[in-house]
């Protein structure tokens, strides 16, 4: 099958948030969250259009959470996170397209760094 992946990429202090997202033309869709590289939040399957991820978070002033939040629109899919209410700006977004599996994901090297507004930053 062919997957069509953007990646977000949040951080907070030295913690990374990275925030995967695919779908195909099959109406097949998979969403996975990993904090510093390990997956914490994962799920799939058809005519997916928004899914919410909440994750305890602590922080200098006690127990938090983190919200991520992916939706569909008519033009472009989107990825917010915010911590306790406060929106957590993105870092660096990443695409890739490639030929697998449902489920499959690309090696993290294979992400390609996208420019603001969508275009192909050079490698």
């Known amino acids: 099958m062919r997957l069509i992946g953007q990646r977000w990429e949040f951080q907070i202090?030295?913690?990374?948030?990275?925030?995967?997202?695919?779908?195909?033309?099959?109406?097949?869709?998979?969403e996975r969250m990993l904090v510093n590289g390990e997956q914490v939040h994962a799920s799939s399957g058809r005519m997916r259009f928004s899914q919410k991820y909440q994750e305890p978070?602590?922080?200098?002033?006690?127990?938090g959470e983190l919200k991520v939040w992916l939706r569909s629109t008519s033009t472009k899919l989107r990825c917010s996170a915010s911590l306790d209410g406060e929106p957590i700006p993105t870092t660096v977004v990443?695409?890739?397209?490639?030929?697998?599996?449902?489920?499959?994901?690309?090696?993290?090297?294979?992400?390609?760094?996208q420019l603001p507004g969508g275009g192909w930053a050079a490698s």
């Open 13 to 30: 202090g030295n913690t990374v948030i990275q925030v995967d997202n695919a779908f195909s033309w099959t109406l097949w869709g998979q």
């Open 57 to 63: 978070w602590l922080t200098s002033f006690g127990d």
């Open 94 to 113: 990443y695409a890739k397209n490639w030929q697998g599996l449902a489920g499959s994901w690309p090696k993290e090297e294979e992400w390609q760094k």
